[in-house]
């Protein structure tokens, strides 16, 4: 109960405008306790993640590339499939709003499997040391699961009413997450624990078992949902004893035998006499058993990527829960296996992943899918190019590319950026275009009035129009260089104008929490750390100087020089040279259409070994990382190939901590 005091607290904070303190919310909408849940430190109510409390708001999607034409055909309903670079609890909540016009009514509950591989582990953690950490020190414990939980209730907002959702873990956390699941989905819809065994490792580890397999939990929406039978049951298939009869009488065993690249497959074994076997091995389709082991090192389809998946696996899981045309989304893309998978069975497919490098890695694979294997015959190739896909980023735009858009399209990306509900009204004659909340807003058309700026003359004649019909504030959304105020707000007798600045410069009306920017790692055994964005950022290339380099018969780029433009680390000096650099991805053969990533060099790459000590913290690792980097600030760094692997042309991508990009093409 809320006491008199408190409450007269709470009403005056009601006519003032204040906001109700954090601690009178559970008193205000109290919170029925379940049967039982996992209760712990950061566990957020789903009406308030749904409500954006937590700080991440859906934010629209910018459009980098659009694949089609005669070289990736559309499926009949023009849809397109989709690889989205950005932070997934920012696109899920995107998906969830259904306001954006590239996804508006085309995937919110319209997704028929969500399969996830979140990042459980570390590249480090699959060498089996029982020393390596598999948590990462941003996100561990209770904040790993809130961080999984988040993204999962949403999941099952968007989901088809007839979907299936897939969640692949390790022993460490499954525990975890399996009662969270029943928390959101409900322990009926709990269906089956899958047991991927993946096969013998090697030697297990000193004081404790072998780790041989990983686990997926499978929970439906609702009691219809999509059900393929794929495999008969283990009972049906006898290995290894002469009891099986051909077409004609001839009695054969079943035999399982391994190729060189990990996979299994079935043969039959003759009896010539009693007793005496056949030599000859003859080769069968039998799909009665699931056996996928781990991919093996020397597999085609390995892409150098810290915890990759077989194909073989997602093959099964796809065939069983979705029929053909049906939508796959994977919000944990990583190598982009789902993606690939859903394509070659003929599904729509949605990917998004936070990392540059998944994001190049994913485009390169869909783009040379067509050399990559048949999912019915490994001795093939798959032939066939990808269908029509867009390349999207979330978050982090290009401010040329708004600036270009269509003023319809203008009014809709500005609006999703500031939450603005489009709603042209007048006050006293002047026209608004949208509301923010209760205010009013105003977005300056910047091509109408090209040779005028928002200064206080402007401001002046608006307040002479609507003074005194308009209590709080306003908001007007325009580019920065515009408006000619340096401060977030200009009052007039007291009506506040706030300006929305594009590029976004952070204004703490709006968010709750400071704002976090992308961060890319800076070594590969960092790709798959855990992180999020809250808020959107424009691109700020990064100052880069380079030059490329003949040394007897090999090739070198030299990177003299490489800063991220204005911004400061956490005591508020100005980053040295090359201490924001993340990673240098290239394209050593480059065609003049697109870049296709062949190699990879993340920041503790190119310093001396001299320079990369090794240590058990992450945290201490990026420092470390860093201190490497700044001590090289007066040298240079170099990436060397051979001459005969290069091409006529090189396009390198030079990419910072906060995902800015710099580009450049050298003729060799």
Same mark, same amino acid.
């Given at each position: 109960m809320i006491n008199k005091y408190d409450k007269e607290f709470l009403i005056e904070c009601l006519k003032d405008g204040k906001e109700i303190p954090e601690t009178f919310k559970y008193a205000l909408f109290p919170t029925k306790q379940k049967e039982y849940e996992l209760v712990y430190s950061g566990k957020m109510r789903k009406e308030d993640l749904l409500s954006n409390e937590d700080g991440v708001f859906p934010v629209p999607l910018q459009i980098e590339k659009i694949f089609n034409g005669s070289e990736h055909s559309a499926f009949d309903d023009d849809w397109k499939n989709m690889i989205v670079f950005g932070d997934n609890l920012q696109f899920l909540k995107t998906i969830y709003e259904n306001r954006d016009p590239l996804i508006k009514d085309k995937v919110k509950g319209k997704i028929k499997l969500i399969y996830i591989d979140p990042p459980f582990a570390t590249a480090d953690d699959f060498s089996g040391s029982r020393d390596q950490k598999a948590y990462t020190d941003k996100r561990k414990h209770a904040q790993f699961v809130e961080f999984i939980r988040r993204r999962l209730i949403l999941a099952k907002e968007i989901l088809s009413d007839d979907g299936s959702i897939l969640i692949h873990l390790d022993e460490k956390k499954i525990h975890y997450i399996k009662i969270l699941m029943d928390e959101i989905f409900g322990e009926n819809s709990f269906v089956n624990e899958i047991i991927w065994n993946k096969g013998f490792?090697?030697?297990?580890?000193?004081?404790? +078992?072998?780790?041989?397999?990983?686990?997926?939990?499978?929970?439906?929406?609702?009691?219809?949902?999509?059900?393929?039978?794929?495999?008969?049951?283990?009972?049906?298939?006898?290995?290894?004893r002469y009891n099986k009869t051909d077409e004609d009488g001839k009695r054969y065993a079943l035999i399982k035998r391994r190729r060189t690249d990990g996979t299994v497959y079935y043969g039959k074994t003759y009896v010539k006499k009693e007793g005496k076997n056949i030599n000859d091995f003859i080769e069968i389709e039998y799909d009665e058993i699931?056996?996928?082991?781990?991919?093996?090192?020397?597999?085609?389809?390995?892409?150098? +990527?810290?915890?990759?998946?077989?194909?073989?696996? !997602?093959?099964?899981?796809?065939?069983?829960?979705?029929?053909?045309? $049906?939508?796959?989304?994977?919000?944990?893309?990583?190598?982009?296996?789902?993606?690939?998978?859903?394509?070659?069975?003929?599904?729509?497919?949605?990917?998004?992943?936070?990392?540059?490098?998944?994001?190049?890695?994913?485009? %390169?694979? !869909?783009?040379?899918?067509?050399?990559?294997?048949?999912? $019915?015959?490994?001795?093939?190739?798959?032939?066939?190019?990808?269908?029509? @896909?867009?390349?999207?980023?979330?978050?982090?735009?290009?401010?040329?590319?708004?600036?270009?858009?269509?003023?319809?399209?203008?009014? #809709? =990306?500005?609006?999703?950026? @500031?939450?603005? #509900?489009?709603?042209?009204?007048?006050?006293?004659? @002047?026209?608004?275009?949208?509301?923010?909340?209760?205010?009013?807003?105003?977005?300056?058309?910047?091509?109408?009035?090209?040779?005028?700026?928002?200064?206080?003359?402007?401001?002046?004649? !608006?307040?002479? &129009?609507?003074g005194g019909k308009i209590n709080g504030r306003i908001y007007i959304i325009a580019p920065a260089n515009n408006i000619e105020f340096l401060t977030d707000?200009?009052?007039? #007798?007291?009506?506040?104008?706030?300006?929305?600045?594009?590029?976004?410069?952070? &204004?703490?009306?709006?968010? %709750?929490?400071? =704002?976090?920017?992308?961060?890319?790692?800076?070594?590969?055994?960092?790709?798959?750390?855990?992180? #999020?964005?809250?808020?959107?950022?424009?691109?700020?290339?990064?100052?880069?100087?380079?030059?490329?380099?003949?040394?007897?018969?090999?090739?070198?780029?030299?990177?003299?020089?490489?800063?991220?433009?204005?911004?400061?680390?956490?005591?508020?000096?100005? =980053?040295?040279? @090359?201490?924001?650099?993340?990673?240098?991805?290239?394209? %050593?053969?480059?065609?003049?259409?697109?870049?296709?990533?062949?190699?990879?060099?993340?920041?503790? $790459?190119?310093?001396?070994?001299?320079?990369?000590?090794?240590?058990?913290?992450?945290? $201490?690792?990026?420092?470390?990382?860093?201190?490497?980097?700044?001590?090289?600030?007066?040298?240079?760094?170099? !990436?060397?190939?051979?001459?005969?692997?290069?091409?006529?042309?090189?396009?390198?991508?030079?990419?910072?901590?906060?995902?800015?990009?710099?580009?450049?093409?050298?003729?060799?």
């Open positions: 490792r090697g030697t297990e580890s000193k004081g404790q +078992y072998q780790q041989a397999h990983e686990t997926i939990l499978f929970y439906t929406k609702g009691e219809n949902y999509t059900w393929n039978q794929q495999y008969s049951a283990y009972k049906d298939l006898k290995m290894g699931i056996d996928v082991p781990v991919m093996a090192s020397t597999s085609k389809e390995r892409l150098n +990527y810290p915890t990759q998946k077989p194909e073989e696996l !997602i093959k099964l899981l796809i065939l069983q829960h979705t029929s053909e045309g $049906d939508i796959v989304l994977d919000f944990f893309g990583g190598s982009g296996t789902t993606m690939a998978v859903a394509e070659k069975l003929n599904r729509k497919w949605i990917t998004c992943d936070l990392g540059k490098l998944a994001y190049l890695t994913m485009q %390169k694979r !869909i783009l040379q899918i067509q050399n990559s294997k048949d999912l $019915d015959d490994i001795k093939k190739k798959y032939e066939k190019k990808a269908k029509s @896909f867009t390349t999207c980023t979330l978050g982090l735009y290009d401010f040329k590319k708004v600036l270009n858009l269509e003023w319809t399209k203008y009014l #809709e =990306f500005v609006s999703g950026l @500031f939450e603005i #509900e489009l709603k042209k009204h007048k006050v006293s004659g @002047f026209e608004f275009d949208g509301k923010k909340g209760s205010y009013s807003v105003k977005i300056w058309d910047y091509n109408t009035y090209k040779n005028s700026n928002i200064d206080e003359a402007y401001l002046k004649n !608006i307040h002479q &129009i609507i707000y200009h009052e007039i #007798e007291g009506l506040r104008y706030y300006f929305l600045k594009i590029p976004y410069q952070v &204004i703490r009306e709006l968010h %709750k929490i400071p =704002f976090q920017k992308i961060r890319q790692p800076q070594s590969k055994k960092n790709v798959n750390d855990l992180d #999020e964005t809250i808020g959107f950022h424009f691109i700020k290339a990064p100052e880069v100087k380079s030059v490329l380099k003949k040394v007897g018969d090999e090739i070198q780029i030299v990177i003299k020089e490489f800063r991220s433009q204005y911004y400061k680390d956490e005591e508020g000096e100005i =980053f040295d040279n @090359f201490e924001t650099l993340s990673a240098v991805f290239v394209d %050593k053969k480059f065609d003049n259409k697109q870049f296709i990533l062949t190699d990879s060099f993340f920041a503790d $790459d190119l310093l001396p070994k001299k320079k990369v000590k090794e240590v058990e913290d992450e945290q $201490d690792d990026n420092k470390n990382i860093r201190a490497g980097l700044k001590e090289m600030k007066n040298e240079e760094l170099k !990436i060397t190939f051979k001459k005969k692997e290069i091409g006529k042309k090189i396009m390198i991508v030079y990419t910072d901590i906060y995902g800015n990009d710099f580009t450049e093409i050298f003729t060799v």
